[in-house]
């Protein structure tokens, strides 16, 4: 096998552990508290999830020392379209067609920008470059991170600040790596050390990073951000201090531009995909809250219909009344405002076919019989 096929194979198992790695990291996050939304370190599954975007790394590494850049740096971008069918098949989370078409967009937008950027000789990071990175990244991602705790309320958008931060770490640790390898051309020297505590830095951070910002997202808009991003970044350091340039002069740089507005758009798909499947999820969940709130609210009291008998200044059923009566108890009625001790007749409250209440007198039944 030529060095050049072996890069691209590298390079697509790179791209499939990646994809795997993603996927275990967003179903952890769905069973995360929030509490641990960074780093699980009591989850196995979260550990697997490591140890996948390790070699997923380490693959991109070996495929990057047997192959040009501008071969591996593209393929690495089919980590979100491995990603889609990986998910629906093997946790049956299926991606609606918005989403595929903002994977694609956004894959052949950075696979476009990628395939433009010339090559040039190996450079290497002054000192006083590598504060400014080092500190300039560690605004950036500081920034993000407390935008996207400001967003907490709006998962999506959310999602991708943390992807955007997690994407920037990943580019810069790339970027010191590729510094601290053009040193050791000459030799190993201690000088390198702080250059190595940064990379340990910035990978931590953008694991930490990627993992947080899969909760409550879903996988395809967070996975796209950081593969996007990602490489854009480490390009853009590459032009602007390696000294590499697109490559046909000007006619490259508006065709990086037209690739670059591509996997916008491609990101803006997928985010939008996104915002509308919470707005689902949230309208079905204010539905079944009403339904819920119908079924359990307690009923209004009925009025009874049956006749009463005002006693004592209390209504009372007139059943009641009756069968105390038939018991041989004595009965009074406080219905005559000039009886106040309640020796009144007993008279029945009751309803007429559903009309108003009417006074009902009944003869006492305990009359004085007069004899003659």
Same mark, same amino acid.
């Given at each position: ?28 996050? #769905? ?150 390898? #053009? ?53 853009? #350091? ?69 006749? #009463? ?64």
């Amino acid at each position: 096998m030529s060095a050049l096929a072996l890069s691209v194979v590298l390079s697509l198992v790179s791209a499939v552990a990646y994809a795997a790695g993603a996927i275990v990291q967003e179903r952890v996050a #769905v069973s995360t508290p929030d509490a641990e939304q960074y780093a699980p370190l009591r989850r196995a599954s979260w550990w697997a999830a490591v140890a996948l975007n390790g070699l997923g790394g380490l693959l991109h590494v070996v495929a990057l020392a047997y192959g040009p850049l501008s071969l591996v740096q593209p393929l690495g971008a089919l980590t979100i379209v491995f990603a889609l069918p990986m998910a629906a098949l093997f946790v049956g989370r299926r991606a609606g067609a918005t989403a595929w078409r903002g994977a694609i967009m956004a894959t052949v937008g950075l696979a476009g920008l990628l395939s433009l950027v010339g090559a040039a000789d190996a450079q290497s990071l002054s000192t006083p470059q590598r504060i400014t990175v080092a500190v300039v990244t560690a605004g950036a991602v500081v920034a993000l991170m407390a935008a996207g705790r400001a967003a907490h309320r709006h998962p999506a958008v959310r999602s991708v600040l943390l992807a955007t931060a997690s994407g920037i770490a990943f580019g810069m640790s790339s970027v010191f790596t590729k510094t601290v390898a #053009v040193d050791w051309t000459g030799g190993v020297s201690a000088a390198d050390v702080p250059s190595l505590a940064v990379i340990g830095v910035l990978a931590t951070a953008g694991i930490l990073l990627s993992q947080a910002s899969y909760r409550g997202a879903g996988l395809a808009a967070p996975l796209a951000t950081l593969t996007v991003v990602n490489p854009v970044v480490a390009a853009a #350091v590459g032009i602007t201090m390696f000294g590499e340039t697109f490559r046909y002069g000007s006619t490259g740089t508006l065709l990086a531009l037209g690739c670059g507005v591509v996997a916008a758009g491609g990101l803006i798909l997928l985010t939008t995909e996104r915002l509308q499947a919470a707005r689902a999820e949230t309208a079905e969940g204010d539905s079944e809250e009403a339904a819920g709130a119908a079924v359990t609210a307690e009923p209004e009291p009925v009025v009874p219909t049956e006749p #009463v008998v005002l006693r004592k200044g209390a209504l009372v059923p007139a059943a009641d009344v009756l069968v105390a009566a038939a018991a041989g108890e004595t009965v009074h009625g406080d219905d005559t405002p000039d009886d106040p001790d309640g020796d009144a007749p007993v008279f029945f409250h009751g309803s007429l076919y559903g009309g108003a209440y009417i006074p009902m007198p009944v003869v006492d039944r305990h009359r004085v019989r007069v004899k003659s």
